[in-house]
């Protein structure tokens, strides 16, 4: 793999994913004077590596190299492969309100997820690792033992809100896609949560209002009771308290009320 994009769900994955995927789009065009040597089928294919037919990854194999791979999963559940032959790996983490506020919003959309009647029902599912992709902590805690490799880049989905230009110039940086200004700006300007939810029907069809909601930051303001902040604070300390991710994460300045 060239690129790998990891991310734990409702956290911004269509986002970067598309910040990522315009990135390197434009950087083949201009470096082989064409367009992108994966075609929109294919696009809609290999996106994510966990779901798909087991044929899937024989014809991924025989793809050019510069593939851009969207993955959920924890590390150790990745293919041995990806950190023997260091494969580029961004992976984007959210404060942990707003993951389980989107979450719970996305949930109440989607009818092949797990339905709950309250607020309050799903917290406390997210709090007891009852979701479908586990654990948003254990996840953390588990990335946090690679944060420190070189092919790896963390970037935080309140900091790519607050400097969207800075954001996509690092992860442009980190992948080595060489971009002039102007080309950079396009990226952040087709990439900004109002050009994507405008966009949204024609990318994501029926979905697309479900998966461009608010885009925002300080969303679970509206939802968490004082109890629930407590315990999400603690369950954030005894995880990732002091870790590279979790002081990344800046819990103080985004996750008190």
């Known amino acids: 793999f060239y690129k790998q994009f990891t991310i734990f769900p409702l956290s911004g994955t269509n986002w970067v994913g598309q910040i990522l995927t315009?990135?390197?789009?434009?950087?083949?065009?201009?470096?082989?004077?064409?367009?992108?040597?994966?075609?929109?089928?294919e696009l809609e294919e290999f996106p994510y590596l966990e779901i798909g037919d087991t044929g899937k990854y024989e014809r991924m194999n025989k793809l050019p190299s510069r593939r851009v791979i969207f993955t959920h999963l924890l590390p150790e559940n990745l293919p041995r492969s990806v950190f023997k032959n260091k494969a580029k790996i961004l992976?984007?983490?959210?404060?942990?309100?707003?993951?389980?506020?989107?979450?719970?919003?996305?949930c109440k959309a989607m009818p092949p997820l797990p339905s709950y009647e309250t607020w309050n029902d799903f917290f406390i599912a997210f709090m007891t690792k009852?979701?479908?992709?586990?654990?948003?902590?254990?996840?953390?805690?588990?990335?946090?033992?690679?944060?420190?490799?070189?092919n790896i880049m963390t970037i935080t989905y309140e900091e790519l809100k607050e400097?969207?230009?800075?954001?996509?110039?690092?992860?442009?940086?980190?992948f080595g896609i060489a971009l002039t200004e102007e080309e950079l700006q396009s990226v952040v300007?087709?990439?900004?949560?109002?050009?994507?939810?405008?966009?949204?029907?024609?990318?994501?069809?029926a979905f697309g209002n479900i998966f461009f909601r608010k885009g925002g930051v300080s969303d679970w303001k509206n939802l968490?009771?004082?109890?629930?902040?407590e315990k999400m604070d603690k369950?954030?300390?005894?995880?990732?308290?002091?870790t590279t991710l979790g002081k990344k994460l800046k819990y103080e300045l985004y996750c008190k009320a």
């Not at 992976?91 to 919003?105: C, E, G, M, Q, W």
């Not at 400097?163 to 980190?174: D, R």
């Open 130 to 150: 009852k979701m479908p992709w586990g654990c948003y902590f254990e996840y953390l805690s588990k990335w946090n033992k690679y944060a420190a490799d070189e």
């Open 189 to 205: 300007e087709r990439t900004s949560f109002q050009s994507m939810k405008k966009n949204s029907q024609k990318t994501h069809g």
């Open 235 to 242: 369950a954030f300390e005894e995880h990732v308290g002091g």
């Open 91 to 106: 992976l984007l983490i959210r404060n942990p309100k707003d993951v389980a506020t989107s979450f719970y919003h996305f």
């Open 22 to 41: 315009d990135l390197v789009a434009i950087f083949e065009e201009k470096m082989q004077n064409k367009a992108s040597s994966m075609n929109d089928e």
């Open 224 to 229: 968490f009771s004082e109890d629930q902040n």
């Open 163 to 174: 400097n969207p230009v800075l954001g996509v110039k690092n992860i442009a940086a980190f």
